[in-house]
């Protein structure tokens, strides 16, 4: 088995996560069709087993053997995916499973594929019992289901226990049937067309059932092998390995959002900068897909339980036509969002670097100020190396772009890189070395050794006061270039806690499909991995992005954050005195502005909803929550309105509440910090 080395490490967020678009098929939800036999694994499948786990064990980062350890997280893996909800499986299910717990190892290693499809198998039958008995109840729900009862059910699957028996199982499945039924109610969908859209969504799931063969079985068994190692170890078949090729050659169409399946749901990982997503702001990172409809008015169609590939389908279309996306927000995971995007092809030029001037009153000074937006770390490498002297790169744009500025006489530079999800890792590089003297930029290690990346070029192209401007968002090479202005103290790091994509994965061939595999770490030169930590900021912003659901440390089994050997590099005077200061002011200055006091309010009531662990299955109770929230969202957006002298609004809609507003409050906010860096740089002498 031969493996091709890559020739450039990009280490994009949106190329990484792209290859997670065809991750593992998700069936929390099957239709009633009969089982007639056990589905069983192909001898095909045996000889792959053997040679995919000879891969992870030979050339995966970690070093790992498969051992009894590996053998009992695969097991807790393969259960959470196939029911990560905890209402297929009984207490007793799961005790019987216990037998394989620490089998698995020598069956992988072995190619013995048995135990995992007869776990299947069993998931198999149990979900057509609960789909059976779910249409049972849609057929009479207005009759004999009870809305007005004193009835709640857990929401959050970790608080969940495994039921005891059948009948406890029936009695979940009903409380979810419920909780759907208000949830359309909610959503205003009238009463008359509850139950033909339940029964769509539940035949459709039907025919998604149909499809299962033992090619689905084993890659969602494999995948949760390669989960043991690390969330970014894939394995695609040959079908997932073609729709995989398709999606990247087709990636920047469509409405340019990075999909990818959590469980039974089409999770938003990332928009793609510049893209119709982006630029409508009514979709962000973390937000759920549960339906997806064509044109203004076409039917939305249930994407749960769908494969991502199919979801993918549904999404992209012509461009300047509509989709219609039925969500589940990241900042109100109680309520469910239809929103509308226009169709586009992400325009190149759009993602390119472009710079901004602007003029500051502060204190009774003017501050002339240059921004530069960088959306990713592009380079056009066909062109570099066919050696045309004219490619098209970020550190080339950035160079031009820095030149005008200071023909323009700017008191300071702001490198805006939020949302920036990396690129390629030779322009991290270079861009570094636009900034410093010369020295080490990063270091990238593997099982076998460490190298450096450096910049030997001693010119500096930009020497006034720096500020790079992060957030959750800016992952890979973004980290990569902070980490670097931050461990030389040649600028300071401000926003929010970065991605934490600290890590290198290649795709390898592996007979018929591909093997994508974590084969190197990320160090910043001062030791510190980017790796779940990300970056953290030197002054730090209120965090627009759920934490707990975005970023690389929301992910099973990432990669821990860790440290090794510090590299030799001469850095700047040190910066922390400033940055004291610099936060002390910037403190005080929250306290009254009216921008910052209303992300607070609104990260808090985001907060509230999502750290609900239940939810009340009594329908005016749920009404009442709604209108309640709905108030507290009004009275706090004309509060601001009125506070930046708007008029005030009636209702809530998809105009209102921009990300784009919530990333100028950052923004200003940041200009006010760079005033206050320029004046304590000059007052304290310091020099790049």
Known sequence: MKFKKTRHICISILLKTLLSVIVFLSYSSFGWTKITKPILPTKEQSYQCVQIIKALERYHYLEK??????SSIILDRYLKRLDPGRQLFTAIDVDAFKKYQYSFDNDLKKGHLKTAFTIFNLYMKRSKQRLEYISSLIKTWKKNL??????????????RQWKNDKPALSSLWEKELKNHIISLILDDQDNSKISDTLEKIYSNRLNRLLQTNSNDIFQIFMNSVTASFDPHTQFFPPRASEDFDIHMSLSLEGIGAVLQTEYEYTKVIRLIPKGPADKSNLLMPGDKIIGVGQGKKGEIKDTIGQRIDNVVKLIRGPKNSFVRLKIIPAKKTNSIKTIQIKRDRVKLEEQSAKKNIITIDYNHKAFKLGVIEIPNFYIDFNAYHRGDKDYKSTTKDVKKLLIELKDENIDGL????RDNGGGSLKEA??????FIKKGPIVQIKTRYRT???????PDIEYSGPLIVLINRMSASASEIFAGAIKDYHRGVIVGTRSFGKGTVQEMQPLGKGKLKLTSAKFYRVSGESTQNLGIVPDLKYPQLYNIENTGESSLDGALPWDTTRKTAYNDYPSLSLINKKLNADYQKRALKDSG????KKRIKIASRLNNQTSLSLNLDVRKSLKKQYEKLE????NAYLKSIGKPSIEKLDQKDMKTDAFKKILMDQTQLVMADFIGLSNERGFSW
Request: aromatic fraction near 8%; avoid cysteine.
């Open 146 to 159: 009870d809305f007005t009862k004193t009835e709640s059910m857990i929401t959050d699957y970790d608080l």
């Open 414 to 417: 702001i490198i805006d890189l």
């Open 596 to 599: 910052l006091n209303y992300l």
């Open 451 to 457: 190298t450096r990346l450096y910049d030997d070029d």
């Open 429 to 434: 590089n270079q861009l570094t070395g636009l």
């Open 634 to 637: 009004i009275d706090l957006e």
């Open 65 to 70: 053997n498969l051992n009894d350890s590996m």
